[in-house]
Every structure is written in C-alpha cells, then in structure tokens.
C-alpha cells in the first residue's frame, strides 16, 4: 500500500518562503511522476507543480518563478519550494502520486498572511 506523508506547512508572512516535503516507501515514488494540488476554502482543487521520475516539471502559470519543485536524493521525497508567498496561496496543499491511479496524502496547510 503506497502512503504519502506530507510536512512543512505552516504560517508565512506575504513575501516570505516555505517549503514542503512528501516522503513515500518502495518504488513507486520513484518511477512515477508526483506532484502538489492546493484547495483553498470554497474553491476547486488546483494543480500545483509536479515532476516526472526524469526530473522533468511542470508548474501552474501563477507558480511559475515562485515555486520550485523536485525529489530529494533518496528519491522517495518530493519537495516544493515556495518563495514570495502571497495570501492567495492559502490552502492545504496535497502531495499526489500518478499510478495507475492518483494516490492522494493527507494534506498539509499553509496560510500566508499579509
């Protein structure tokens, strides 16, 4: 059974930075893309970024220059890198796997404040 763990959310200041981490076990992790959706209050969950098992990103157009996405060196974790935050980058912020299916974790918040 494939689990994600996700940790690093938190509070930031407009302007400032956190970063995200997504640990998994096996191979799966590591041989499949994953990446990060985001749902705000009320609204729709939304692509992030994500990276395939060759590194290769890709960004939502309002992350892009913000964000930075990739695995760690054990390749069994993905981090997300998020500089100038911006309020509407509140939401809790879901680490995913693509397999077969979409494998979710639970889900991490992150509130920025102005």
């Known amino acids: 059974q494939v689990r994600l763990v996700e940790s690093g959310g938190g509070l930031a200041q407009a302007g400032g930075s956190l970063r995200l981490s997504c640990q998994s076990s096996?191979?799966?992790?590591?041989?499949?893309?994953v990446g990060w959706y985001r749902q705000a209050p009320g609204k729709q969950r939304e692509f992030v970024a994500s990276?395939?098992?060759?590194?290769?990103?890709n960004y939502a157009d309002s992350m892009k220059g913000r964000f930075t996405i990739s695995r760690g060196n054990t390749k069994n974790t993905a981090n997300i890198q998020m500089n100038n935050l911006k309020p509407g980058d509140t939401a809790v912020y879901y680490c995913?796997?693509?397999?077969?299916?979409?494998?979710w974790g639970q889900g991490t918040q992150v509130t920025v404040s102005s």
């Open positions: 995913y796997l693509q397999w077969w299916l979409v494998v």
């Open positions: 096996g191979s799966l992790f590591r041989t499949n893309p």
């Open positions: 990276v395939t098992a060759t590194n290769n990103t």
